[in-house]
């Protein structure tokens, strides 16, 4: 949900006009918000991609996951250079060599590689609405 760039999500229901007041609430306090289970589910993507379950499954070095990290959020290389204060060459080479250890050869195909469902993004899933739409 973050790395799309939406600051919440709203469940269509019955009580929808109630969580909708309370979300944008909640977004325009600088907060976010989504369904239980969307955050439930980011969060344990984001432990396993912090584990080092992951580091050692693949062999990747420490600066190898932030990466990855990084690039699973759609951050372009000169993006991912600027928060680890590295050269995009570096983050080049770092993405390279995840790509040969997880045996890919684009980004798009690295969620599959390690395992990881990020699923659609919600304006496509028939359950969640992104609250821009809901408001807008």
């Known amino acids: 949900m973050l790395y799309l760039g939406l600051d919440g999500l709203v469940k269509i229901s019955e009580g929808l006009e109630e969580e909708l007041v309370t979300a944008v609430n909640a977004i325009l306090a600088g ?25 050692s499954r693949f062999s990747l070095t420490a600066r190898e996951s932030q990466v990855l990290q990084l690039a699973l959020r759609h951050l372009s290389n ?10 995009e060459r570096t983050v080049k080479f770092h993405v390279s060599n995840i790509f040969g250890k997880l045996q890919v050869d684009d980004r798009q195909s ?4 390690i395992g990881v469902t990020l699923g659609e993004p919600p304006s496509r899933n028939p359950v969640l609405v992104p609250l821009t739409h809901a408001i807008g």
Not at 32 to 48: F, K, N, S
Not at 110 to 113: E, G, I, K, T
Request: charged content about 25%; cysteine-free; aromatic content about 8%.
């Open 110 to 113: 690295l969620p599959a590689a």
């Open 78 to 87: 000169k993006e991912i250079a600027g928060i680890l204060g590295i050269s």
């Open 31 to 55: 907060g976010i918000w989504a369904p239980r289970r969307v955050l439930a589910e980011y969060v344990r993507q984001t432990d396993w991609l912090r584990s080092d379950q992951l580091l």
